[in-house]
Structures are given as C-alpha cells and as structure tokens.
C-alpha cells in the first residue's frame, strides 16, 4: 500500500469530502480535529471517512487555519454560526487575524443591540397567556388553572395603563394620559405669563407733605389666575390615580420603584402636594416664592411621553450609547475654552486697547464657550489683530470639536432605529426546531458497517473510488445462494466484480497473509463459501 495515501485522511463535512494529511490536523493539539481515530461512530469504514453534519462553508476556513495557522472569517456567513462551528471543533474565536475582526465582530454590536431593544420592550404586540402568567410570577397557578380573580385582573390592570398598545381600552387610557401630561405642562409655562396673572393690591398708608396720613393702592405681586390652580388640581388627580394603580398592579415593586420615569412621576406629583401645603402654612414667610422653583420638577412629566412613543425610547438610548463620545466632546470643549481664554485675554492686553472687554480669565472662558460652539451673542468681542486672530482660530477648533463625535451619535441612532423597525416586521411565531440526535444502530458481529441491500451501491462506489481500475481482480461467478461473511455472492458474474482487499476484509484475513493483489488461490475461495455454508446452517 501507498505509504502517503497511509498519511491521509478523509473528512466529510455536510456532504462536501476534504483531504487533507494527519500531520496537518497534529499542528493545534487538544482540537476535535487532532483526535480522530478509527473507534469514532462517525467514522465509515467503507468509505474510509469521518462524517460531520457541520457547515461545509465555515469547515473550509477551519481547515485552511490547521494549513496555514491563520484564520479567516467568511463574510457569507452569519457571527453566531462560526462562533458556533469554532467551538465544536474546539477552536478559539480570538485566534482570527486582524483583516477580519472588525467584520467578525460587528454581529456582537448587533447583539448587545437587540439586547438594548429587549430591554426598552418595544414590542407593540399583545404577549400570551402564559408569557404574562410568567411575567407576573405565576406560572404554576396558571398552569394548574387556579387563578384567583385578582391574578386574573392585576395583569389586565398593568396592561390597560402601562402598555398602551396592548388593547383599545390601553390606547384610550394612553391618550388619556398623554392629554392632561399636554394640558399640565401647557398650565405650568401659560401662568407665568404677565397678562395670564392676578395683580394682588393692597392699601398703604403714607405721610403726605402736610403732615396728614393718606391711603394708597399698591400692587406688590401677581398671582396666577385661580383657574390654572384648579386645572393643576384636575391633572394631578389623574396623575395620582394612575400612578397608584400602576404600583398596585405592576409584575415587580423594586422594578417599579427603580425605574427613572416612576420616580420623575412621583417627584412631580408630590411636588405638587407639597406647594399646597406651604402656600396654606408658609405664606408669610419671607422668600416664599423661592419655593415656587422645586415647582419646576412637573416641567420633567414631559419624559412620562417615553412609554407612549419608541422613538424618544431610541433617542434617549442613543445618548446613553453615544456616552463615551459626549464625555470626549465635552472634554476636548473644556480644554479648547481654558486654552482660548487665556490666549484672548492675554492678546488683548499686547496692544492698547481702552475697549478691552476681556478684563479677566474667566471672563473669556465665556466668550470661548460662546464661540466654539458657534453661538456667537456678540456681548464680548476681541479688537486687536491678535485678539482677531486667536478669535478665528477658536471657532475653527470649535467647529471641529463638535463635528468629530456627531456622526458616532448618528450612527448609533440609525443603528437603533433600523434594527427597531426590522423588530417590527419579522414574525413572532416562528417554526419550532426539534434537536433530533441521529440513531446509531448496534453493529452485529461480522457485519460491516455498510452490510445490507441498502448500502450494496455506496459499498460498491466505495470500491470503485479507493480502487483503481487496474487493481481490480477478474470477475468471479458463484453459485447462487453464497455469500462472505453475510454477504451475498451474486450467481450472475457481472454483479461480483470484487478487488482483492475487498475479499480480503470479508474472509476476514490478518494482514500479515495477504496474498498478492489479483491472485487468490482456489483454497481461500474454497474457505469463503465454506464459512458461508456452515453459517447458513447455524441459521
């Protein structure tokens, strides 16, 4: 026999058969590759191969890196699979080369993305019975069919105000809640208004020039009209209803209680209390209007929009995705404005200049501010040439600045924003795939591994391939009814055409007795159909 063809081995993945030496699958030790032998189930001692139902594409690039100790990532491919097919065969992922890992990776942004999107519960369809038994902690009672009336309505409560697009009726109530949120934030900016408020006059007594005592109107403050305190009392009633069923009805109180717009909803509403409370008991006090200003906590209901709208969902998750790059442009601002400052104060005091407005450092950290982020109120100005010129080199720095990190956030906004509406459109259900190991029968005792009528052609093709034609032995005619160790010898000669090895593995013959290929002595045919007949009788 051939000593390279010894050396060789067959591998056949997903149908596609790769050759390749042993020598190579020996260069990365502790692999699935390294470890082949002969006693694997997978290995056809017919076809002289290893089967593995694996991906033929991925296997090509795994078995060029056992070739060339470099490994490369096929772009036809999706990231998850050829992680997948790295770890059955025992490779590591962070083994690929440079030129492909930005590609490689990309599908871990994606999935960290649809993580994002999972958490933010975008979904607009209506969940299961059973998803929302689950959801709510009682999946055991729903599966035993002893649900009490209020588990039955404590899921139905939490849809009808906090998902509004789960029913009508949620989107009813939705709108419900987004109108007073329009007509509270609406009250709250119109009441500030001059003509919107209540002049509040009172009489004061003066000394006239005659030394006579005179009364007088004065008008020392303004009060907003009383119809806005009974427009915020309406909001805030709807308010404290629908934030006290919400609590009562949500699946978890420590989520509820931690989740950012629960607590700006808390906050305004009980800042509102809390005005009532001090216009009725600390009226006189003096500065009392300053406490007006914790007021403006109600102005932060307009995030209560969030749960009604995915995109402001989007917006604010770009933010806290793009927050690395808004901390560096914020960074790289500092430093161009403590820099600017001191380079305009200092060139305006080169030259005489008697309208210097730059009488100090922090002084320009203003005007630096104002120009780098292009604004330009035009209050402080330079007005030497040097001045000039440090001004004009701090809106370019400016410009740039902020023109560096802005296509990172739209980046990421558009990288939400598609994958959101690829959410929306592919199909919930999806067909169930059953993992099914294939069955391995029991080999009987002298019975090959292809042995049987079924297999007769993959035995014979078998053959022909690891056999060429020259080393084919003559055609042998036997008596009809013969066989070799089960197998049935054929009565018509142009069905029996049998190489020597072949023959050879069916007598069952120790290697060291291998007749020479082509020539089988009558004994040894003598001794198959012997072996033949004696086991038929057994039978």
């Not at 080369?97 to 599908?107: A, F, I, N, S, V």
């Not at 509102?272 to 209901?301: C, G, K, P, T, W």
């Not at 203003?366 to 010129?389: E, I, N, S």
């Not at 690829?422 to 059953?434: G, Q, S």
């Given at each position: ?49 290893y089967f593995f139902d694996r991906h033929p594409g991925v296997f090509g690039q795994i078995l060029n890196y056992y070739r060339t100790g470099k490994l490369h990532y096929p772009t036809d491919v999706c990231g998850p699979l050829f992680e997948e097919e790295l770890e059955f065969w025992g490779l590591d992922s962070n083994q690929v080369e440079p030129c492909c890992w930005m590609t490689y990776t990309q599908h871990r942004d ?430």
């Amino acid at each position: 026999m051939n000593l390279d063809a010894e050396n060789r081995v067959v591998l056949n993945v997903g149908g596609i058969r790769h050759e390749t030496y042993k020598a190579t699958l020996k260069k990365i030790p502790a692999t699935r590759l390294s470890r082949l032998t002969e006693a694997l189930a997978n290995y056809d001692t017919v076809l002289n191969e290893y089967f593995f139902d694996r991906h033929p594409g991925v296997f090509g690039q795994i078995l060029n890196y056992y070739r060339t100790g470099k490994l490369h990532y096929p772009t036809d491919v999706c990231g998850p699979l050829f992680e997948e097919e790295l770890e059955f065969w025992g490779l590591d992922s962070n083994q690929v080369e440079p030129c492909c890992w930005m590609t490689y990776t990309q599908h871990r942004d994606t999935q960290e993305t649809l993580t994002v999107l999972d958490r933010l519960d975008l979904d607009t369809d209506k969940p299961g019975d059973e998803e929302i038994a689950r959801k709510f902690g009682m999946e055991e009672d729903f599966l035993n069919g002893t649900l009490s009336w209020w588990q039955n309505a404590k899921p139905k409560m939490w849809s009808l105000f906090d998902e509004p697009y789960s029913s009508t009726s949620a989107k009813v109530i939705g709108i419900i809640s987004v109108f007073f949120i329009c007509v509270s934030i609406l009250s709250f900016c119109l009441k500030t208004h001059p003509n919107m408020r209540v002049p509040v006059i009172r009489n004061v007594t003066v000394w006239t020039s005659q030394h006579t005592k005179a009364w007088t109107l004065d008008k020392f403050q303004t009060n907003p009209h009383l119809a806005f305190f009974y427009v915020e009392c309406v909001c805030n009633a709807w308010f404290t209803f629908e934030f006290t069923t919400r609590f009562i009805a949500c699946p978890s109180k420590l989520d509820f209680v931690r989740g950012a717009v629960n607590i700006i909803d808390f906050t305004a509403t009980l800042s509102f209390y809390i005005d009532l409370v001090l216009q009725r008991f600390a009226s006189h006090l003096e500065n009392a209007d300053i406490l007006e200003f914790f007021s403006i906590i109600r102005i932060m209901r307009l995030f209560k929009l969030t749960r009604h709208s995915a995109g402001l969902k989007i917006l604010i998750q770009t933010f806290k995705a793009s927050a690395g790059e808004l901390i560096l442009l914020v960074f790289f601002l500092v430093l161009g404005i403590v820099i600017f400052a001191s380079l305009v104060y200092y060139a305006e005091r080169i030259e005489s200049n008697p309208e210097n407005d730059f009488n100090s450092i922090p002084l320009g950290l203003w005007w630096a501010l104002v120009t780098m982020t292009t604004v330009g109120y035009g209050d402080m100005a330079p007005k030497t040439y040097t001045g000039m010129f440090v001004g004009a080199l701090c809106a370019l720095a400016g410009v740039l600045t902020i023109a560096l990190p802005v296509p990172v956030i739209v980046s990421n906004f558009a990288m939400f924003y598609s994958h959101t509406q690829a959410r929306a459109k592919l199909p919930k259900k999806r067909r169930r795939v059953l993992p099914v190991e294939q069955p391995r029968g029991p080999r009987a005792r002298g019975q090959g591994p292809g042995a049987g009528d079924g297999h007769q052609t993959r035995r014979m093709n078998a053959i022909k391939q690891n056999h060429p034609k020259e080393f084919a032995s003559p055609k042998l005619a036997t008596p009809a009814g013969c066989g070799v160790n089960g197998v049935e010898l054929s009565a018509n000669p142009a069905s029996t055409t049998l190489s020597t090895s072949n023959l050879i593995q069916f007598l069952e013959v120790p290697a060291s007795k291998t007749p020479p290929v082509g020539r089988i002595s009558p004994a040894t045919l003598n001794t198959a159909f012997s072996k033949s007949e004696a086991k038929k009788e057994t039978m």
